[in-house]
């Protein structure tokens, strides 16, 4: 992984939004990678996460948050042939939208330079496709942590 890409998957986008534990270490980390990506499948993810969250003129923050987070980082199409990729990656235990985030980062290919994720299962079908794994500030269970 020699590359100018970071890829970020929802559970990092999310604390880029809604303050959390790591997310001031996240914001450090990141400040560091000029280029971002992220799978189009995270404009639903997110945008569904911050209106779960949504409960009060509060909340209206977050979502302006999450179009500013959406709107800074390159969006990776998701079409047929990466949907097949998908379905073919990693571990059994990974899920279908956990293998929709993977494919979507191997696409960058020689450009990708690490996936941050706060999800194990993320991060194991990502370490065992030869994936860098970043997670600032985490403090969960398991490994990958960096």
Known sequence: MGGNVLY???SALLKLIVVE???AELLSFIAGWHLHAVSALALTEVLRAVRHRAVDE??????SRAETVLTSVALITVDEELLRTAGALGPPLLRSLDAIHLASALSLGDDLAGLVTYDNRLADGAVSSAVTVHRPGWAGEGRHAS
């Open 8 to 10: 970020l998957d929802s």
């Open 21 to 23: 534990r790591e997310s």
């Open 58 to 63: 509060v909340d209206d923050e977050a979502r």
